[in-house]
Structures are given as C-alpha cells and as structure tokens.
C-alpha cells in the first residue's frame, strides 16, 4: 500500500493488509481492520459493547501471541486517526492505541517511527497524549508481556485513559486530587500503598530488594489496577513487585522528585552535605514533603539488622534511587550514562545526610 494511502482514513474496508504480511496472515489483518472501525463506530453496524470487546480482546491476544502483525495493527491505527471525519472515533482510534500497548509493542523497526506519530499528532486531549507517550516509554522498558490479556485487565485498561494519571503524572496534579492523596499525611495514596505492601511481604527481610526485578506480567498486572483506580495488593506475595511499582511510580512522575533546573548543581559536589542543604531548601514543598518520606524508608532500611537481611547497603541504595530523585535533563545518552555516578554519589549523600539528622547511624 502506497505510503499516502496508509496513513490516511478510509471508510472503506481493506482487502489486503498495508504491510508485506504472510499470505497467511490476510485473513488476520483484514479483521483486525474491521475490529478497528467497529470499535471506533467509523462503521455503519451499531455493535454493542460486549462484541466489540469481545473484539478486541481478540486483537490484543492475537497481537500477543503473532509478532509478525503487531506493526500491522499499529499502522491501521494510524491511518484511522489520520484525517478521520469524526472527532469522537479519532479519540477512541487513539484510546484503543494506547490500551494494545498493555498487549504488546510495535516492533524496533516501527516503535521510533509510531513514538513520533504520537508526538506530532493532534490528538484530541493533552491527558490522552500524556497517556500514550506514557504507555511507549512503559513498553519501551517492559518489552511486550508473555501471558495473553485476560477479558478482567482489557475491562481495567478501558477505564484507564479516562482516569486522572497515578503514574506520570505530576506530584502537583496528584497532590491536587483528594481521590489521589491522603489528606491526613498529605502523601501521595498510591506511595503510601506501595511502601506499606512492601513492609508487609517482608521486603525488609529479602535479599536483593529493589536490585532483584518482580514478575513483570504481576507488575504490570498491579499497575494497571492502580491506573484504573482499584489497587489490590491482595494477590501479591513477592516484595519485589511492589519495590518494582515503587521505582516505576518514581521515574514515571512528569518532573523528578528534584526539579531539573537543580541537576546541575547536584553534580557540582554530589558528595557535599552543604550541596544537599543547599538543593533542599531550593525544593518545593509537596515534592520535599515526598522526599522525607522515602528518605524515612531508605534510613529504616539501612538499620545494620535490616541491612544484614537485605544486602543493601547506602551506595547499593543511592545506585537504585539515583534515577529516582534525579533526571538528567539532557537526552543524549553518553551524557546520562557519565551522569549516573554523580546521581549515585548525590543521591549517597542524601541519604547519609538524613540518616545524619535522624540519629540513625
């Protein structure tokens, strides 16, 4: 398929894929196409709900389980959204995008290409394109997951896109909605909840915690329900699921817990205590407030009787952490790789210089 003619609207159906597929696969991406106008409401049956869900259930699994049409899918997408006559299927041409990236990821091929798509592209809402590049910089890290989307995480990963962000959103968006902050303690709920679920599974007896990853298809299962507003730690048993959620929560916030206007003069010294005292008074509040916190963890977690349990000591702390507080503002990756020492040397120094107020070393 020509390339003007791939990523621009039609009504009609297609015949034949718009990549070079398998002969085999026709049949697959001619329905995967119709998935796509039914679930828009581009077509002119009205489906009910349950066959279009049933529909895509359908589409995410088969993503899953076929590689080959991943791309296929993406590329149907963005033709649909692409000059579509109707505000309202564009926006949910874009929903369902973002809600398949739960199911897999486009190839390395396509994924830049697909990345600047949705970054250029007049999507209908800022939430919605917050959204999106959030689930690309999620599967850029996860890679695609290896068990098929049950019908309970499609019906958590509808809900999502229409809910206020937990994860890469703001600290002051956060702090902002009381559905999303404790207004007793003034902390975020989810860190709350995070924290709390790997005190009570025993993280402070785990060797490795934080250094050792959670199941990935339990992590991404215990993010979603916390993205679709129903967090449930019930069916977790290992805290390296939780710690997993804790360093994703952190390095997904839309600013770092230090504001990059500060990177700079954390790596002059990143050893100093006077640099910590002089970037903490410069911090602002409900992001020093959330420091405090984590830094109340990290200095129980570094009592000798914790420490003997986990093999984590304060360096092996502040290398975990260190993207955690910080974020290079510059991109380019030979300038972040010779950044990460001075975060961990920063980040080291944080930590001993709290432990130095609270008396406990």
Not at 134 to 137: A, D, F, M, S, V
Not at 244 to 250: A, F, P, R, T, V
């Given at each position: 398929v020509p390339l003007e003619e791939m990523v621009s609207y039609t009504s009609e159906t297609i015949t034949r894929p718009l990549m070079n597929l398998p002969r085999e696969l026709t049949r697959d991406a001619v329905r995967s196409f119709r998935i796509i106008q039914r679930y828009m409401g581009n077509s002119e049956a009205d489906v009910p709900f349950k066959e279009k869900f049933a529909e895509v259930l359908w589409l995410a699994n088969r993503g899953i389980r076929n590689q080959i049409l991943r791309d296929e899918v993406f590329c149907q997408l963005a033709k649909q959204v692409t000059g579509n006559p109707s505000a309202g299927a564009a926006e949910r041409g874009w929903t369902l995008l973002g809600v398949l990236l739960y199911a897999f990821r486009p190839t390395q091929l396509l994924f830049p290409h697909l990345e600047a798509f949705v970054n250029s592209a007049p999507i209908p809402t800022v939430s919605l394109k917050r959204f999106l590049r959030?689930?690309?910089?999620r599967v850029r890290r996860t890679g695609c997951r290896t068990s098929e989307l049950s019908a309970k995480e499609l019906r958590l990963a509808l809900t999502v896109p229409s809910r206020p962000l937990v994860f890469g959103g703001s600290l002051d968006e956060i702090m902002a909605d009381p559905e999303l902050t404790n207004r007793h303690t003034g902390l975020p709920r989810v860190l709350e909840q995070i924290v709390g679920s790997i005190r009570a599974l025993g993280g402070d007896s785990t060797e490795g915690l934080f250094r050792v990853p959670g199941d990935t298809d339990v992590v991404s299962m215990a993010r979603l329900q916390i993205e679709a507003g129903q967090p449930d730690f019930s069916q977790i048993h290992d805290p390296n699921v939780p710690a997993?959620?804790?360093?994703?929560?952190?390095r997904d916030l839309a600013d770092p817990l230090l504001p990059e206007s500060l990177y700079e003069m954390c790596m002059t010294t990143p050893g100093g205590s006077q640099t910590v005292s002089s970037v903490l008074s410069m911090v602002p509040e409900s992001s020093l407030h959330v420091i405090r916190y984590l830094l109340e963890f990290l200095a129980y977690l570094l009592q000798p009787s914790v420490q003997a349990k986990t093999k984590m000591d304060s360096s092996n702390l502040a290398l975990v952490f260190g993207p955690s507080f910080l974020r290079n503002p510059v991109s380019d990756l030979k300038d972040v790789f010779a950044g990460s020492?001075?975060?961990?040397?920063?980040?080291?120094?944080?930590?001993?210089?709290?432990?130095?107020?609270q008396s406990c070393q």
């Open positions: 959030l689930q690309l910089g997993s959620l804790l360093k994703e929560w952190l020492s001075g975060e961990q040397s920063f980040v080291l120094a944080l930590i001993e210089y709290f432990c130095a107020m």
